[in-house]
Nanobody, 125 residues
Framework: VQLQASGGGLVQAGGSLRLSCVAS????????IGWFREAPGKEREAVSC????????YYPDFAKGRFTISSDKTKNTVYLQIDNLTPEDTAVYYC???????????????????WGQGTQVTVSS
């Protein structure tokens, strides 16, 4: 199982980014997969999760409205669209999955066993 995240960068507040996570070693047709972030001095937190078997998504309250998770199963890739970025979104963003679970809600409330390497998002004010 491998997850390769990309798409981070330095952006100004109010801008947008789309992060990508290419999955290999498994297909996006059953397990849940999600995005998490870790800001300096803060605990890692879930941003958004997707059930790949039925496309049910889960967002914590802070992520509703500005974050959108989606997938392209032909590319075995999951995306995270982030709009109206704020400096508080500065963090390393990771994609993660648990091949034994298909619930997006469960994944976002657990510590998944499989992680990608992370991509840095820095938002300037």
């Amino acid at each position: 199982v491998q997850l390769q995240a990309s798409g981070g960068g330095l952006v100004q507040a109010g801008g947008s980014l789309r992060l990508s996570c290419v999955a290999s070693g498994f297909t996006l047709d059953r397990p849940a997969i999600g995005w998490f972030r870790e800001a300096p001095g803060k605990e890692r937190e879930a941003v958004s999760c997707l059930s790949t078997n039925n496309d049910i998504t889960y967002y914590p309250d802070f992520a509703k409205g500005r974050f959108t998770i989606s997938s392209d199963k032909t590319k075995n890739t999951v995306y995270l669209q982030i709009d109206n970025l704020t400096p508080e979104d500065t963090a390393v963003y990771y994609c993660a999955t648990d091949l034994g679970h298909s619930s997006s809600y469960y994944l976002c409330h657990s510590r998944p066993p499989n992680w990608g390497q992370g991509t840095q998002v820095t938002v300037s004010s």
